[in-house]
């Protein structure tokens, strides 16, 4: 690496823009998540399978359309597509203010969430390639702390709205909060080289849907993310079992510094030391994070198990998808993007219904434990394929000399 590469920056303001507009994206998508199960128990008079409906159709709607979404920026173009999306995304999240019967909720849920991937996507995509290929573990590990503070604006700012104003209000703020996110997004320059055209961009093949050098480590974030629906789905539950849920807010107050805190270095040592130490650490931390959950027995360890799940957790998702993204060529990063989306909603979606199953027979507790066991059996997965492929790059390269 030269001292060029290494000065080369991240924080560009085209870097900034985009990072200030996917953390609008996501503040909007938590708010709406902490608090639109709430509206719908209380304001609309449904039962708690209603509620969950409405986390259900949003991910089966961005599910739907995430593997179409590198070809429709492919064709459109990254820039144009994510200032569309943003537009209608923001209008969905004008529009709660304004329908109340729940069937034209979920219809507004589903409409969201199709732009939702679609924003996310480009975002995404737009991040990596932006920043410099010799810091793209860095430079989409910071981009990544977008997604993490939104994963605390949103509850933080939504509840205490809801709470001392009301639904209206918050829809109104979120709506404003939005605006301002799509906003910054028209100061995102065009970039020739990732914009250009060809002429078989309208043909249509199973390489429009999946990037294929992407999915081999979209299907470990799968896993991954199937084990976090334990974490995203069932926290407050478990804890009012253990009667910790008045700690469930400082729960995910520590879960994210630990995130935000530690990502600058995990990043750097993706650059620096390669992406090999920061999975394992991450997977480390991840695993007995799930696995301290599963046996907590004080606010300590509670807390601790926070801190453990949010280092992992943190560490994985960037990396994997900077691999992601780097298994391919650079014209093809929206593909890779959507790739790993597509596989990481799949097993987020997955895990929130399988893992409903296991706790409904078994408890909250061995849900954590098979969480944290398969995190393991990923991670002796993924040395073995990482040894693999040094055994056979090892004798490509005896063969050559």
Known sequence: MT??????????????????????????????????????????????????????????????????????????????????????????????????????????????????????????????????????????????MSTNLAVVLGPIISLPIVQILSFNALFIFLSIFMLMGALLSLTIPADKKFEKKTSSKRTFSIHDLFEKKSVPIALLSSLVSFSYASVLSFLSIYAQQKHLLHLATIFYLVYALAML??????????????????????????????????????????????????????????????????????????????????FFDIGIAVGSYILGLIAVHFGYQNVYVLSGILIFIVLVFYLLGDKKKSMVKNTIGAKEM
Do not use: H
């Open 3 to 144: 001292s060029l590469e290494k000065k080369q920056p991240i924080w560009t303001k085209t870097f900034i823009s985009l990072f200030c507009t996917n953390l609008a994206v996501f503040t909007v998508f938590y708010g709406l998540v902490t608090t639109l199960p709430l509206y719908a128990l209380e304001n609309l008079n449904r039962t708690d399978e209603d509620a969950g409906l409405l986390m259900t159709i949003f991910l089966l709607s961005a599910i739907v359309v995430r593997p179409f979404t590198g070809k429709i920026l492919d064709i459109y173009g990254k820039r144009k597509m994510l200032w569309i999306s943003l537009i209608f995304y923001l209008l969905c999240t004008i529009l709660y203010a304004f329908v109340t019967p729940f069937s034209g909720l979920l219809i507004l849920r589903f409409i969201q969430g199709v732009w939702f991937s679609i924003a996310t996507t480009a975002s995404g995509s737009l991040a990596a390639d932006n920043v410099p290929m010799s810091r793209r573990g860095a430079g989409l590990g910071y981009f990544t």
């Open 261 to 342: 805190l530690t990502r600058p270095y995990t990043g750097r040592w993706f650059d620096e030391k390669g992406p090999k130490f920061v999975l394992i650490l991450g997977f480390i931390s991840f695993c007995g994070g799930l696995i301290l959950l599963a046996f907590i027995n004080s606010s300590l360890l509670f807390l601790l198990s926070g801190i453990f799940i949010g280092f992992g957790y943190g560490a994985l998702v960037p990396s994997l998808q900077t691999l992601s993204v780097q298994a391919t060529i650079p014209s093809r990063s929206g593909y890779a993007t959507a790739t790993f989306f597509t």
